[in-house]
């Protein structure tokens, strides 16, 4: 069952500072982008959250208790500030095949909990020390190559033997370990189940966008931008925040004078959405993949200015294509008509580059910039350009 995030950071900042040691971890669960990670750093990057020493560690790739062993060793050494921790940990986590404390797996791959916490050796002794009186995260437990059993038992050293608070991340959907539940009973106090929540995610994003105006752009259609997030369903946060920032380098590219042009804007943040989140992340589950290329039509190969992506059957009964799929999500029964060429569009999702030049070059030929000019006139210091194809 979830609970709000506001709930669980009450709690967890009761647990972080109790004068009583709890003697248990807590875990924060949740599918993939739901924003775990976002949430438990900003804990750590708020002074007023606890006066421990915070420490993260993404433990995505550890192959061995050695590895880990020499993260935590480097991590909990460490003598920079407070602020540092985080980033120290989670440099410890990236260079922990390269670092070499010891000799061994100090836990020999046992299955039973006692005889993994008994097997503990003197580096984890001294990590352990060092780590007392901290705040320990330990990120993507399901992309962690370690059995489940060896990683809980080091965390259950720490927890039961010292003052360490432990807060364990992972999608527990995706945790393929026939020991996890068993050993979890153990080790983990209280588990919570963290849903996404783009509402307070992208008015963090936004706050992120360095352009200011672009952030002014992005916070004026914050309303579309997650409805667009709803029709998606796909509830992930870390594509989200991937598509606001990618978002804000095409606004900031823009001219002034479509940047004021209402209906232009909102159209491109509709198919740059679309485009991005379906054709260049492709999150969807289905079988059939869709890529950048997919947007151009049948018969649309080699003609460089194309202006509408679609997808149309006659044959009602048919199976819609994973395309089709994506206009009626969306609303688009009738396809696209996009605000600058397909291709510019497919060269913007594979290559990451906004040109300027061209695109506002495309945008004075847009249907939304022709229109609004043969109803109030030519943009000041907006001239029509053909852009040479």
Same mark, same amino acid.
């Given at each position: *069952?979830?609970?709000?995030?506001?709930?669980?950071? /009450? %709690?967890?900042?009761?647990?972080?500072?109790? #004068?009583? /040691?709890?003697?248990?971890?807590? @875990?924060?669960?949740?599918?993939?982008?739901?924003?775990?990670?976002?949430?438990?750093?900003?804990?750590?990057?708020? =002074?007023? %959250?606890?006066?421990?020493?915070?420490?993260?560690?993404?433990?995505?790739?550890?192959?061995?208790?050695?590895?880990?062993?020499?993260?935590?060793?480097?991590?909990?050494?460490? +003598?920079? +500030? /407070?602020?540092?921790? /985080?980033?120290?940990g989670l440099a410890g986590s990236v260079f922990s095949g390269a670092l070499t404390f010891g000799t061994g797996g100090i836990l020999g791959g046992t299955a039973n909990l006692n005889k993994v916490v008994d097997a503990a050796?003197?580096?984890? &002794?001294?990590?352990?020390?060092?780590?007392?009186?901290?705040?320990?995260?330990?990120?993507?437990?399901?992309?962690?190559?370690?059995? *489940?059993?060896? @990683?809980? $038992?080091?965390?259950?050293?720490?927890?039961?033997? !010292?003052?360490?608070?432990?807060?364990?991340?992972?999608?527990?959907?995706?945790?393929?370990? =026939?020991? %996890?539940?068993?050993?979890?009973?153990?080790?983990?106090?209280?588990?919570?189940?963290?849903?996404? =929540?783009?509402?307070?995610?992208?008015?963090?994003?936004?706050?992120?966008?360095?352009?200011?105006?672009?952030? &002014?752009?992005?916070?004026?259609?914050?309303?579309?931008?997650? =409805?667009?997030? $709803?029709?998606?369903?796909?509830?992930?946060?870390?594509? @989200?925040?991937?598509?606001?920032?990618?978002?804000?380098?095409?606004?900031?590219? *823009?001219?002034e004078g479509y940047r004021q042009n209402d209906k232009l804007v909102q159209n491109l943040i509709i198919q740059f959405f679309i485009f991005f989140i379906e054709f260049k992340l492709d999150l969807s589950d289905e079988t059939s993949t869709l890529t950048p290329q997919d947007l151009l039509g049948k018969y649309d190969d080699g003609k460089d200015d194309?202006?509408?992506?679609?997808?149309?059957?006659?044959?009602?009964?048919?199976?819609? +294509?994973?395309?089709?799929?994506?206009?009626?999500?969306?609303?688009?029964?009738? $396809?696209?008509?996009?605000?600058?060429?397909?291709?510019?569009?497919?060269?913007?999702? +594979?290559?990451?580059?906004?040109?300027?030049?061209? @695109?506002?070059?495309?945008?004075?030929?847009?249907?939304?910039?022709?229109?609004?000019?043969?109803? *109030? !006139?030519?943009?000041? $210091?907006? #001239?029509?350009?053909? %852009?040479?194809?």
């Amino acid at each position: *069952m979830s609970v709000g995030r506001s709930e669980v950071k /009450k %709690f967890l900042k009761n647990w972080a500072n109790t #004068k009583s /040691k709890p003697h248990f971890a807590v @875990l924060i669960e949740g599918r993939w982008g739901c924003g775990k990670t976002h949430f438990v750093t900003k804990l750590l990057e708020d =002074d007023s %959250f606890t006066d421990r020493k915070p420490i993260y560690l993404s433990v995505f790739g550890v192959a061995d208790i050695q590895s880990l062993e020499s993260s935590l060793f480097y991590a909990s050494a460490s +003598t920079v +500030t /407070k602020t540092l921790h /985080k980033g120290v940990g989670l440099a410890g986590s990236v260079f922990s095949g390269a670092l070499t404390f010891g000799t061994g797996g100090i836990l020999g791959g046992t299955a039973n909990l006692n005889k993994v916490v008994d097997a503990a050796t003197a580096q984890l &002794e001294r990590s352990a020390k060092n780590l007392d009186g901290a705040l320990l995260i330990l990120d993507d437990l399901e992309r962690c190559q370690i059995p *489940m059993s060896e @990683l809980l $038992g080091v965390v259950n050293r720490l927890v039961e033997h !010292g003052d360490t608070r432990v807060v364990l991340c992972a999608n527990t959907d995706n945790v393929n370990d =026939d020991h %996890f539940s068993a050993f979890k009973e153990k080790v983990v106090g209280h588990s919570f189940l963290l849903e996404s =929540d783009p509402d307070s995610a992208l008015a963090s994003f936004n706050a992120e966008v360095e352009q200011p105006d672009a952030r &002014e752009l992005l916070l004026k259609y914050q309303n579309d931008i997650l =409805d667009l997030y $709803g029709k998606s369903g796909f509830h992930n946060l870390r594509a @989200l925040r991937q598509f606001v920032w990618q978002l804000a380098s095409i606004l900031e590219k *823009m001219k002034e004078g479509y940047r004021q042009n209402d209906k232009l804007v909102q159209n491109l943040i509709i198919q740059f959405f679309i485009f991005f989140i379906e054709f260049k992340l492709d999150l969807s589950d289905e079988t059939s993949t869709l890529t950048p290329q997919d947007l151009l039509g049948k018969y649309d190969d080699g003609k460089d200015d194309v202006r509408h992506v679609y997808e149309f059957s006659f044959d009602k009964d048919k199976e819609p +294509t994973p395309k089709e799929r994506v206009f009626r999500k969306y609303e688009q029964h009738n $396809g696209i008509t996009t605000v600058v060429t397909v291709q510019q569009w497919i060269s913007i999702l +594979t290559s990451g580059v906004v040109d300027g030049n061209r @695109l506002n070059a495309e945008l004075a030929q847009s249907n939304e910039v022709c229109q609004s000019r043969s109803k *109030m !006139g030519q943009f000041p $210091g907006v #001239k029509l350009v053909s %852009f040479p194809v």
